[in-house]
């Protein structure tokens, strides 16, 4: 007997496959403070909080946890409409010791692909979400307003989708659902109704990876697809991976604002003389502080997680890091500390230089009043 055609068999894999039970995480990450103090955090509202570690399956070992470990609050909210779809009553957010907090609302979908992908492009063209996280913040953040040093919230927001499919409506394995179904993932990923082309397909599923037949992780840039029932593990890595997108982005802009303000310094015309001395002391100081403090929370940011140890959570945070381009974002931020750097050395060896001019002039004037001196009196 001949097999049927391709179109044929696709046309029969792809058709009536239906989510029966599933959840769309939409993440909102923020900027709030230089630093947080999270144990006074917890003390304020303890009733409501706990610690969130990585829970400790397949094999994680003790080292691969958050240092430290970041705050879970669950938060009461209003709902948001997106289309035929509403988000819970309640969002979580996790709070972050170098002063970041993310927001998860979750809104529930049954139906088929083609739908997800409408709601993935309504959420993608709406800005209610991300107007309500950051109303969310705003009254949260009074509260842990005494645990947060100057905080204010940050103009920048980093914004992030998570479409968990628990069940479908028949057995699906991940080699099905990556083949028979990638335009519709794809889709999905992208937030396009419409059909996508070949190239765009690929680009959009090419960083996919599973633990067993019935799981599926596919990462995007803009949102990663989850097939499965224990996703816990890998909704909190790819969450922190977000986050460290906000905090790259926003020491990019602290960054760009130094180094404008540097330049100026530079180029600047100077004081006159007696003020000159003051002025390189008061530069050299000012721009040794703008290194220092992006310096500190580079670092932090990039310690916070130890992403070692378990081998497929560290697999997933590293596609998840390639996709948001964080190598990039390390490079750009470790070159602009470099020529912050290299400012900063400029301005304190011309301030020595000015020192040395001034303290010549002094000797040789002290020398000119001590030839002159016999002769006047």
């Not at 082309?197 to 599923?205: G, I, K, L, Y």
């Not at 310094?265 to 220092?292: C, E, G, N, T």
Request: proline content about 3%.
């Amino acid at each position: 007997m001949l097999s049927a055609p391709r179109e044929e068999v696709e046309t029969h894999h792809t058709a009536g496959l239906r989510v029966e039970q599933g959840a769309v995480h939409v993440l909102a990450a923020f900027d709030v403070a230089p630093y947080i103090d999270l144990a006074e955090c917890e003390r304020r509202v303890m009733a409501s909080t706990d610690r969130q570690q990585i829970t400790r399956k397949r094999r994680a070992l003790e080292y691969f946890e958050y240092r430290p470990a970041p705050l879970r609050i669950a938060h009461g909210t209003e709902t948001i409409d997106v289309g035929r779809h509403r988000s819970l009553p309640a969002v979580d957010l996790v709070v972050y010791d170098f002063g970041a907090i993310s927001v998860a609302y979750t809104i529930p979908f049954q139906g088929d692909l083609a739908e997800l992908a409408v709601l993935s492009a309504g959420i993608y063209d709406s800005r209610l979400l991300p107007q309500a996280a950051r109303r969310v913040v705003e009254s949260v953040i009074g509260v842990l307003a005494d645990s947060a040093s100057g905080y204010r919230i940050a103009e920048v927001v980093e914004d992030y989708v998570i479409f968990h499919v628990r069940d479908f409506d028949r057995p699906v394995t991940n080699e099905e659902l990556a083949s028979c179904h990638a335009e519709a993932i794809a889709r999905i990923l992208r937030a396009e109704e419409g059909p996508l082309s070949t190239q765009e397909v690929e680009d959009a599923t090419s960083h996919r990876i599973a633990f067993t037949d019935s799981d599926l992780a596919v990462m995007d840039w803009n949102a990663t697809l989850l097939y499965g029932h224990d996703v816990e593990d890998l909704r909190t890595v790819i969450e922190f991976a977000n986050v460290q997108l906000l905090e790259m982005r926003f020491l990019d802009r602290q960054l760009d604002d130094a180094l404008e303000e540097s330049y100026g310094l530079v180029s600047r015309r100077r004081q006159p003389f007696r003020s000159l001395l003051h002025s390189y002391r008061k530069d050299a100081r000012r721009i040794a502080r703008l290194q220092v403090d992006a310096a500190i929370l580079f670092e932090r940011v990039t310690n916070a997680l130890k992403v070692f140890g378990e081998e497929y959570l560290a697999r997933i945070y590293r596609l998840t890091a390639e996709r948001l381009h964080l190598a990039a974002w390390d490079l750009s931020t470790i070159r602009k500390l470099g020529t912050l750097d290299s400012i900063y050395a400029k301005l304190s060896d011309e301030a020595a230089a000015r020192r040395l001019e001034i303290l010549e002039w002094i000797i040789v004037a002290l020398i000119a009043a001590s030839i002159a001196l016999p002769f006047l009196a």
